[in-house]
């Protein structure tokens, strides 16, 4: 059972950039909504074009440079992981994923 255990971990490894990607961007997905409605909160008090100028500001650089760096410190932490450990927090963080994306009603 260990040689399937460390295959897995192995094939997994594999592909921790697209899964770094893939947590982070349902991550974003989730709470992107309620990023934007606090930044809208912030920025209630500064004129419309100064608060259109922060928004395409946030999204075009902010997110950009937001999930970039998410998924740096994701692959480098999970990268760090023991076979078994590693499997148990790349499914854990799906499941935990799905979970708040349902009580969240977006999916």
Known sequence: MSVYIHQFANYLRL????????????????????IN???KK?????PFLG????FVLLCGAGYAF??????????LF??????????????G????LAYLARSGKDV
Do not use: C, E, W
């Not at 592909?15 to 992107?32: C, E, K, Q, R």
């Not at 963080?93 to 935990?96: C, N």
């Open 15 to 34: 592909h921790l950039d697209s899964i770094s990607v893939g947590l982070v961007a349902t991550l974003l997905m989730i709470y992107g909504s309620a």
């Open 37 to 39: 409605n606090y930044f």
């Open 42 to 46: 912030i920025t209630r008090s500064i």
């Open 51 to 54: 608060r259109f100028a922060l």
């Open 66 to 75: 937001l999930s970039s760096q998410m998924v740096r410190f994701l692959k």
């Open 78 to 91: 999970l990268r760090g992981q023991a076979d078994l450990p590693l499997i148990g927090i790349i499914a």
């Open 93 to 96: 963080a799906f499941i935990v």
